[in-house]
């Protein structure tokens, strides 16, 4: 079974900080470049956050820049989004999802929800006072 899970998400005050996990189970993560995303109620998914498949490369929408890291760890077939500093405005769902590198290269990263081939189902984050 193939099977990409999120975690870590939760209520937390403006300022504070969670950091999400991305677990993948039936495939290694190890080939595949990793996005996060976001939906709030209203609005439109948007692409939060991009790691390629080897961890070299990076790219943040500039909304989150400074604030949030992703990183990785194959060894663990993991991928995590650290939050620091966050806002009312980044409450949302947050979800993972990968995409093949296979014939891109590994430093390559995807940015269109096209590209990507597994997606979780997304953890909860509510940035409230």
């Known amino acids: 079974q193939l099977q990409f899970v999120e975690s870590g998400g939760g209520l937390v005050q403006p300022g504070g900080s969670l950091r999400l996990s991305c677990a993948a189970s039936?495939?290694?993560?190890?080939?595949?470049?990793v996005g996060w995303f976001r939906q709030a109620p209203g609005k439109e998914r948007e692409g939060v956050s991009y790691?390629?498949?080897?961890?070299?490369?990076?790219n943040y929408a500039d909304s989150v820049k400074g604030r949030f890291t992703i990183s990785r760890d194959n060894a663990k077939n993991t991928v995590y989004l650290q939050m620091n500093s966050l806002k009312p405005e980044d409450t949302a769902k947050y979800i993972c999802?990968?995409?093949?590198?296979?014939?891109?290269?590994?430093?390559?990263?995807?940015?269109?929800?096209?590209?990507?081939?597994?997606w979780g189902q997304g953890t909860q984050v509510t940035v409230s006072s």
């Open positions: 790691i390629s498949s080897d961890g070299g490369s990076t």
């Open positions: 999802a990968a995409g093949s590198t296979r014939y891109s290269g590994s430093d390559y990263i995807p940015k269109g929800s096209y590209e990507y081939d597994y």
């Open positions: 039936g495939f290694s993560l190890d080939y595949y470049a």
